[in-house]
Every structure is written in structure tokens, then in C-alpha cells.
């Protein structure tokens, strides 16, 4: 069988009407049906999938996850992605019908980026490998490019900042034909059903069950297993199933990776690195920390945004990536996502509960808070459905983008997040893209280095389960987080499960002094630059140079107006 992603060797092969589809070879072919597939997948719950299909477990055991999507898509046709949980991105060319049908898992875990014109249609797991395989125009999309600069959002799930060049976005399929294209969503977090059950020992346990069987789904791997350590609630859970199912079927351990560096031998531990260390304690999983250098972060700098990952998801991961590699490190679960989902911290419930005239329950969450009932319905009921009225936007003031450049263009306009329903605010962080965005940047880098991603709380199942839960499971009266932290106060330590912080001031103040490094060189390096970079014309490049001479600002480095500006030049 032919690796199949990212499509690194292209094959041109004639379809009617003279489409041209470009593929990296046949991941499996099936003569009888004229089927073949490439496909970048790893599906969960495989039992109940090879019912569906009324497979022999015997028959099951001998196919790979491409070939059991195939065969979901010979039952099951274009619905076949309903009745797939996991990651993935494939096409199907259906040679009978002469249709080439497309799909990205629910989350976007596989990047799928394409072209599509008159003549021809091409599809990759980076842009990079797309432009260089086809040799499609780079041409910039300029409207994109003044919004990458000037709004602190995502772009638009199927737009990049390359004219020709589309994302397939999550959730959705897209069947090409002799008479077109046409891309339809199969699956919308809105449809998911609500959970009601007796109480909150019925959650908790409802819940660890779904939690425990995303993790060891995840846990088949060619080499060592790697888990984030970040002293946290969601990457914290993961870690302690999965040390335990490991050792439960006579494997080692996982291997941790944490953004903070280890605290020096004998000093007191604090903040993160206790966190760190109490999770290391009770799980027993040796872990590492990787640090940029000023090196390490120039390099990402000097990446170009419009064709690879955006640095911000790198500045920390790329460093991990490398060192996991050096490991023998193939897979690394993480807790990514997990915030915006069943881990949510109930944003919103407050001015749901005033707009449902729920004032009872109003008032006990205020009494249980200690706060004047009359003025926390006012501040934190009233005022943010108020606030919703308002015309909302991510626009920045602080942008270096260049004036002129702005006003010749027309950035894609993006809805602020309105907060006043739970529900409703999850589903804004779902489409507002940004979870999407970190997963494919990290599966893009991480395939430099032989790393492949695994988000258990990203599990479709976990996901519908979480947005049919009832609102107050994600805040009770002081805490946030309620479900999470009552399911892991089973599993962590309590200063884990209870902890109400989330602030990392020392992962912040470890990696200041290499970007202050970094960015007074590259300072340098556009000074003696005999000619301005071809993409000046973007930036305010005057504003440019005095953030890069003094990019700290009361100890604090204003980074997302430098990182936007210095990606989108060629230096």
C-alpha cells in the first residue's frame, strides 16, 4: 500500500469532461467496485463501524482504517462521514460514476487543502507540497492578507491567503463531477442532541466513560507514546488514562512534554511547574521541556504565513516537535480543544439565566459568589445582553498593516462572540476556527519531525456530548469547569481538579528574553537589507521597526501585531 498523505508524488488521471485530478497514487484499490482511495486516517470505535458494515470480526482485523472507510462509502455513499468518528481527510474516486468524493473529519485534525478551476482539480495536506507538486499560482489574496493583518480572528474555514488555493473545512465533503463541484456540511455541532440525565454522579460517570474510551483509541502507535504536561485540567486527565492503560497492557508510559522548563534541583516549586510536578508524581511519566532559542524563533519568523503555520501555534510546539522526534516520539495526545467543548469555563450562563427569567437560580449563583444580587444581575446578566446589540468585531487598533494597503482593500468581516448563552457561545468558538487552525498547523509542522497528533476531548463523541449538556454542568456557584473538574477529582491530585488558575506567568517570562533576542535581530536583518522586502507594501514598516527596537512594553511584549507583520513579509 502507497503512503497517501500528504500527497507528496502527484498522478494526473483523466476524468470526463476533460477535469484533471491530481492524487499521490491509489492508498487502496478495490478492482471489483472501481473504487480507490488516498486517505490520511485513523478512525475510532472500530467494532461498532465493522457492525454497521456487518463485517466478521475476523474479516475486520485484516482491513486498514482506508479500506474500512472505503467500505463505508460503497454502503453508505455520500453519507458514509456520519457513520466515521476520527481523524481524517480522504477522496474516493469512484471510477463507474466518474466522481471523485471528498471528506475532513468534524474537527479538522487532517488538514485538506485544493485547487479547483476549468481544467484541473488538486488536492495536498499543505500548501507547500500543493504549490510545488502543481506549480499553481502563489498570487496573494489581498483581502485576506489585510485581514490576517488588521483582525485578531481566523480566516474564513474555507479561504487561505492564497487566491487559487482553498481549505476544505471541517465537517464538511466536497463531490467533483463532470458537471461541478459541490461541497455540502455533514456535520454541524448545533445538531447535537441534549444529554439529560439524573444527576451529577450520572454526568460525571457518563462522561469518564467517553473520556477513557477517546484516550485509548488514540493509543495505538508505531513507536512511543508522548503526552502534553501542562499542570491543567484537560491535558492532565488524558495523561493519568493514559499511563494507566498503557501499563495495563504491559507498555511503557507515556512521555510527557511540558512548555515550562523543569525548576532547578532543590528550589521550590510554584505556580506551573507544582502543577507540573504533582501531575509527574501521580502518573509516574518522566517529563521533558524543550525551549526555543532566539534561533529557533528567527526561523519561525522568516517562515512565510501565506504558504505554512502561523507562528503564534509555533513558538513553543516547534521546539516539542523536534525533541519528541529525537525521542522516538510518533504520536502525542493533547488536551487542545478541550476548553471550548467539555471543558468549557459556562461563559454566558449568567445572562441565560436573566433572559430565561430563571432569577431564583440568578440569585443563588450571586449569594454563592458574595456578591449583591441587584448589581450582579445588572453587571453580569444585563450588560452583556445589552452588549449583544452592539455591532461586534476581532478588528485590532494596534495593527502595523500599512493605511493604504487597508483602504484599497476589503478584509472579510468576522462576528464578535456574544457570551449570552452557553450553548450559543460554544457553537461561536467552534466556527470561529481557531481550534481548527492549531490542529492543522501543528499536523503540518509536526510531519517535519515524524510527529502525528491525537485530541481525545476533540472525539466527535465527547464533543455532541458536551454540547448537549445542560449549562449548569459547566458553572456551580465558585467553579468553572464543573463537570471537568468533579470527573477529574477522580484521577488527579485535588490541587489539580480544583485549581482555579489558569495563568502561566512563568512560561511567559521564560520565553520573553529569546523573542526579545529574536526580534532585535531581525531588526537588524531588515536594516541592512540593501531593498525593502517584495511585501513591504503591507506593512507599516516605520511602526514595524520601533516595536521591533522595543517590543516590551511594561515587561510585556505586545506580540500579535509583530508576529502578523513579520510573517507576511519575505526577509
Given amino acids: 500500500m502507497l503512503s497517501a498523505y500528504p ?32 486517505a490520511d486516517a485513523r478512525l475510532d470505535a472500530h467494532a461498532d463501524l465493522t457492525a454497521a458494515l456487518d463485517l466478521t470480526v475476523q474479516v475486520a482485523a485484516t482491513l486498514t482504517d482506508s479500506q474500512l472507510i472505503l467500505a463505508a462509502y460503497a454502503r453508505w455513499g455520500e453519507d458514509c462521514p456520519r457513520h ?19 471528506a475532513r473529519d468534524h474537527i479538522g485534525a487532517r488538514p485538506f487543502f485544493y485547487v479547483l478551476d476549468e481544467t484541473r482539480f488538486a488536492f495536498a495536506g499543505d500548501i507547500e507540497t500543493l504549490l510545488d507538486q502543481t506549480g499553481i499560482s502563489a498570487e496573494l489574496d489581498e483581502d485576506a492578507v489585510a485581514f490576517g493583518l488588521s483582525v485578531f480572528a481566523c480566516l474564513p ?34 445538531a447535537s442532541p441534549e444529554v439529560r440525565l439524573r444527576d ?40 493519568a488514562v493514559a499511563a494507566q492503560s498503557l501499563r495495563a497492557r504491559g ?39 524543550a525551549q526555543p532559542t532566539p534561533e529557533d524563533l528567527i526561523a ?37 480543544g478541550g476548553d471550548e467543548a467539555v471543558s468549557f469555563n459556562g461563559r454566558g450562563y449568567y445572562p441565560q439565566l436573566l433572559r430565561q427569567g430563571r432569577l431564583g437560580a440568578l440569585a443563588r449563583e450571586a449569594r454563592a459568589l458574595g456578591r449583591s444580587w441587584p448589581r450582579f444581575a445588572l453587571s453580569h ?69 515524524g510527529i502525528e497528533y491525537r485530541y481525545p476531548l476533540l472525539d466527535r463523541r465527547i464533543m455532541e456530548f458536551a454540547y448537549g449538556l445542560p449549562p449548569e454542568q459547566f458553572r456551580r456557584g465558585t467553579w468553572n469547569r464543573w463537570l471537568m473538574r468533579n470527573a477529574m477529582a477522580t484521577l488527579l491530585p485535588q490541587e489539580i481538579a480544583w485549581n482555579p488558575s489558569k495563568d502561566e506567568p512563568q512560561r511567559i517570562e521564560e520565553l520573553n528574553p529569546a523573542l526579545i533576542a529574536a526580534l532585535s535581530t531581525i531588526g537588524g536583518m531588515l536594516d541592512r537589507r540593501p531593498q525593502p522586502p517584495s511585501r513591504a507594501g503591507f506593512i507599516d514598516m516605520p511602526a ?13 511584549i505586545r506580540l500579535w501585531p509583530i508576529r502578523t507583520a513579520l510573517q507576511m513579509l519575505d526577509f
Fill in 7 to 38: 500527497f507528496l508524488s502527484f498522478q494526473r488521471q483523466p476524468q470526463p469532461g476533460g477535469t484533471e485530478l491530481f492524487g499521490a497514487g491509489i492508498g487502496w484499490l478495490d478492482a471489483g467496485s472501481g473504487l480507490s482511495i488516498c
Fill in 84 to 102: 466515521l468518528l476520527g481523524d481524517y481527510a480522504f477522496a474516493i474516486r469512484d471510477q463507474r460514476k466518474g466522481t471523485l468524493f471528498c
Fill in 157 to 190: 474555514a474555507d479561504r487561505t491567503f492564497l487566491k487559487h488555493v482553498r481549505r476544505l473545512a471541517p465537517g464538511h465533503s466536497l463531490t467533483l463531477t463532470p458537471g461541478g463541484a459541490r461541497i455540502r456540511r455533514y456535520w454541524s455541532p448545533e
Fill in 200 to 239: 451529577d454522579d450520572a454526568y460525571r460517570g457518563a462522561f469518564l466513560d467517553l473520556h477513557r474510551r477517546a484516550v485509548e483509541d488514540r493509543l495505538a502507535s508505531g513507536g512511543r507514546i508522548g503526552v502534553h504536561i501542562s499542570g491543567g485540567l484537560d491535558c492532565s486527565g488524558i495523561a
Fill in 251 to 289: 507498555d511503557a508510559p507515556p512521555i510527557g512534554f511540558s512548555w515550562q522548563s523543569r525548576a532547578d534541583e532543590g528550589a521550590p516549586l510554584e505556580g506551573e511547574r507544582a502543577w507540573i510536578d504533582a501531575v509527574r508524581r501521580e502518573t509516574g511519566i518522566e517529563v521533558f521541556s
Fill in 300 to 336: 519561525l519568523f522568516q517562515r512565510d504565513w501565506a504558504r505554512g503555520p502561523e507562528v503564534g501555534n509555533l513558538l513553543h510546539e516547534d521546539a516539542i516537535q523536534r525533541q519528541a522526534g529525537g525521542l522516538g516520539v510518533r504520536v502525542i495526545l493533547s488536551g487542545w
Fill in 381 to 449: 446578566g444585563a450588560l452583556p445582553l445589552l452588549g449583544a446589540l452592539l455591532p461586534a468585531s476581532h478588528a485590532r487598533q494596534d495593527t502595523l498593516i500599512d493605511p493604504a494597503f487597508r483602504r484599497r482593500t476589503r478584509p472579510y468581516t468576522t462576528q464578535g462572540m456574544r457570551g449570552i448563552d452557553v450553548r450559543r457561545t460554544q457553537m461561536d468558538l467552534y466556527h470561529d476556527g481557531h481550534i481548527t487552525a492549531r490542529l492543522e498547523d501543528w499536523a503540518v509542522n509536526g510531519r517535519r519531525h
Fill in 544 to 556: 514595524l521597526r520601533r516595536r521591533l527596537a522595543a517590543p516590551s512594553e511594561d515587561g510585556r
